[in-house]
Structure formats: structure tokens, C-alpha cells
């Protein structure tokens, strides 16, 4: 670790997964820091934060979509802590989607967007709060920096990207509006960003997305999403929703609004102050997904296997088959006769 005994003491704190090691990493070769310790959270500091703490950094990561029944007391003791060590610099990892997705948003949503997480959404919603329960600590603190950093969905990572997997099944299910423009920021993207907000001690709000965003459609070829299922958008909602509460895969209720409506963000006043991405939108998508077997399949092979699945779903599974059967075996005939 680095131990300059001339710069502030650095406290990571958040969920041990990916993101953390890649801040902690970072920090670490950052002429900008001093001792870099990392927590998993509060638990891990049965005394609280050490006293000498320059700079925390709340990473707040939720490393799946259920909802975590301890997230917020312990948020709210990291909080305490904070006041009772007198940190004067916090960076708080949030995410765009507490501006909430909403049919009339802007597009892009900048910082000074009113925060209107959609009702039902824990994940957002939590954000949302959190980003209250920091604010209040840093009105209370003259003279305290604080940072609150709203990144888009976030891919790269496995412990990471479930928020963007959650959205694309979604997708699949027939769910929401395929033409809704998406935003992907790569994990080390995210990380830099953070690293930075520590270096050059930010203060404000700061959107943390590359520049633009992808229409559903460039999503769809970037990844190999699957057409959508030619079946009624309320029977495949009622369908993802009957098998989200079985424990049976689908869509949980309270993405659906975020798959429909868009909440892309402009970046632009981070890039201000220096973080450039290394990777575009696209670019982030398609070195994060890997080729599916669906995207190397070609527009008409798509499109037979779209119609006979959607078969399957208005016919039942026998007389799907059946079409899927004889488009199939004339295919072959044109092949034998060319």
C-alpha cells in the first residue's frame, strides 16, 4: 500500500467485488493519496472509522437486485462515523438511476435534474437516500467537500452489471420499448472517475457516462439482443411478472419503467474536470458482452425463429413446432435445389 505519511489517509468502503479492488488499485499508484485501506463495510470497523481519514469513499454498491434488509442502518452508522472522526471529503458512488425513468425526462438528464426515482424501485430509491443522508452531513460540516458521482449502468464487471442483465431481459421478455436510448460505462471508466473525484478533492454532483448514448436498436445489433416476441406487451408483462415472483427467472416489476422510458445522462462537467473515458458507449457494450449465438445468426434466420417462437406463444408449443418444422425443411429444399 502506499504509506506517504504527507497525505491524507484513504478509507474505501463498499462491497468487496471488482469495483473496489480496481479503486483500491488505483489509489494505491495515486501520487494524490496516502494510505489506502479498504473495508467491505461498516461491520469490518468495530471501532469506526481510524482517526486521521482524509478522504471516504462510499462505494455503495449493490452486488445483486434483492433488497438488502441491513444496507441502510449501516449506511447510516458509516455516516456517524464520519461526523465522529471529522472526515472532511467524501465520494459517494450513486447512480443515474435515482433521476428515475419518466416518459417526459430530457434527453440528457444533467445534474441539476429533480430526483424523481420511480416508486417501487428499492435500488433507486436507496440511492436516492442516500444521497439525502450525505448531503445533510456535508450542510452540517463547513468547509467539508463532498461528492456524489451518478454513474450510467455499469457493465465489465460480473458483480456489477446486473442492473444492465437485469434491463436486457427485459428486453427478451417483450418489456418496455426496444427504441429507449441506453447508456454503458465500463468499470475501470468508473473507477478513473472516482480516483479522480479523490485527487482534485471535487465538490458537486457529477454525471459519469461517456459521451451520447445508443438507440435500442444500435443495442440490439452491438449484443445480439433477440427480437422482441411478437406477443401482447400485457400478457408477456403479466407472463414476466408471474415468473418473476416464482422464483422462475423474468423481469422484476420495479425495472420494467427503467427498460421503457429513458434516463440517459450528459457527462459533460466531469469531462471538465479531466476523466476521459477510455471506452465509448458501443465500445464498452460490445467488450462486455460476449457474441451470442443470436447475434451470429443472420437477419432472416432471426427473423424464422422470432416468428416460430411467437407462434409458440400464440399457438401453443406443438403447433409452434409444426411452423417451426416446415420452415425449416424448405429451407433445406432451396438449398438442395440451388
Request: glycine share 10%; charged share 20%.
Amino acid at each position: 500500500m502506499n504509506t506517504a505519511s504527507h497525505q491524507p489517509t484513504v478509507v474505501v468502503v463498499g462491497a468487496d467485488a471488482g469495483l473496489t479492488r480496481r479503486v483500491v488499485s488505483r489509489l494505491e499508484a495515486s501520487t494524490g493519496a496516502g494510505e489506502v485501506l479498504a473495508f467491505e463495510d461498516i461491520d469490518e470497523l468495530d471501532g469506526g472509522l481510524p482517526a486521521g481519514v482524509g478522504t471516504l469513499v462510499h462505494l455503495d454498491r449493490w452486488a445483486c437486485p434483492t433488497t438488502d434488509q441491513d444496507h441502510e442502518p449501516r449506511a447510516r452508522r458509516l455516516v456517524a462515523s464520519a461526523v465522529d472522526v471529522e472526515v472532511d471529503h467524501v465520494v459517494v458512488v450513486s447512480s443515474a438511476a435515482v433521476y428515475g425513468a419518466w416518459a417526459d425526462n430530457p434527453v440528457p438528464l444533467c445534474e441539476d435534474a429533480v430526483l424523481r426515482p420511480n416508486p417501487g424501485s428499492d435500488y433507486a430509491l436507496a440511492k436516492a437516500e442516500n444521497e439525502h443522508r450525505w448531503g445533510a452531513w456535508a450542510a452540517n460540516r463547513p468547509g467539508a467537500s463532498l461528492t456524489l458521482l451518478r454513474p450510467a449502468l455499469v457493465v465489465g464487471d460480473d458483480q456489477e452489471q446486473w442492473l444492465a442483465v437485469a434491463l436486457r431481459a427485459a428486453t427478451r421478455w417483450g418489456i418496455g420499448d426496444g427504441r429507449a436510448p441506453t447508456q454503458f460505462v465500463q468499470v475501470d471508466d468508473l473507477a478513473s472517475a472516482i480516483v479522480l473525484a479523490v485527487e482534485r478533492r471535487l465538490d458537486g454532483v457529477y454525471n459519469v457516462a461517456p459521451e451520447g448514448w445508443l438507440a435500442g436498436s444500435e443495442v440490439q445489433q452491438l449484443a445480439g439482443t433477440p427480437l422482441r416476441l411478437p406477443a401482447p406487451p400485457v400478457l408477456a408483462s403479466v407472463l414476466a411478472r408471474w415468473c418473476w415472483s416464482r422464483g422462475l427467472g423474468g423481469v422484476a416489476p420495479e425495472w420494467i419503467p427503467y427498460a421503457t422510458h429513458p434516463w440517459v445522462v450528459a457527462g459533460d462537467r466531469l469531462r471538465a474536470q479531466g476523466w476521459s473515458p477510455d471506452q465509448s458507449g458501443a465500445e464498452t457494450l460490445v467488450t462486455s458482452y460476449p457474441m451470442t449465438p443470436w447475434a451470429r445468426l443472420g437477419p432472416k434466420a432471426r427473423r424464422i425463429t422470432t416468428l416460430a417462437a411467437g407462434a409458440v406463444a400464440g399457438l401453443g408449443p406443438p403447433a409452434g413446432l409444426v411452423i417451426l418444422g416446415r420452415r425449416l425443411r424448405r429451407r433445406r429444399r432451396q438449398r438442395s435445389d440451388s
